[in-house]
């Protein structure tokens, strides 16, 4: 079992194209990041590019269904581990809980439902918040509790209105689950340490 002659032509010229220094490699660092799931790998990422090159109004339109999507997932989370931990949701209507709980993805695109006014009466019910005090008990998305609903529930209202365009900081709060390999080209970024 030998070597063919093309074999030895191919390697011979991709040692040469490394011995030269070609430009497209040499400037070029790669950084592989690994990490168990939620451990922050995309939302390095997400700053990254924030600093390099940021996002666009279009890019940032993108995201208005995913973090649309990641409160009214946080809010599910909330309610199914009330019945976990026992505790009881005070609300009255508890049609409010179901229309959380069978939300469409397509609706919250569409916004064709107006998701704000139950998602803030069940984050103000007595239960749900004492079940979010709770939260290191179950998986919950942190940013839906301490970023998006903040305390008042205001910010709920923007985000669920046709005039919505996400801010970096929502950008950097959402979840996104990635899966494999996921390549991202940074024109140029400087590090200057103090």
């Known amino acids: 079992m030998g070597c063919s002659s093309t074999k030895i032509k191919d390697n011979a010229k ?11 490699y040499k400037n070029k660092a790669k950084l592989l990041l690994l990490g168990a799931g939620e451990s922050g790998k995309s939302t390095l990422m997400k700053q990254i590019q924030l600093l390099s090159i940021g996002f666009s109004d279009t890019d940032k339109v993108k995201w208005v269904a995913i973090i649309r999507e990641n409160i009214i997932n946080g809010m599910n989370q909330l309610i199914s ?4 931990l026992g505790i009881d949701i005070q ?12 939300q469409r993805y397509k609706d919250m695109i569409l916004n064709e439902y107006n998701y704000e006014e139950d998602i803030l009466a069940v984050w103000f019910d007595a239960g749900i ?19 998006y ?13 046709e005039e919505y365009l996400p801010t970096n900081n929502d950008l950097v709060h ?11 080209n940074i024109v140029s970024l400087l590090l200057v340490q103090h």
């Open 81 to 84: 581990a009330c019945e976990t």
């Open 14 to 24: 991709i040692k040469k194209r490394i011995e030269s220094g070609n430009s497209n």
């Open 91 to 102: 609300l009255e209507n508890k049609e409010v809980i179901q229309r959380i709980q069978s």
């Open 174 to 184: 959402a979840r996104l689950k990635t899966t494999g390999v996921v390549e991202f």
């Open 149 to 161: 609903l903040r305390k008042d529930g205001k910010y709920i209202e923007y985000i669920f209105s």
């Open 129 to 147: 918040q004492e079940c979010f005090e709770r939260r290191a008990e179950f998986q919950f998305i942190e940013s839906v509790g301490t970023y």
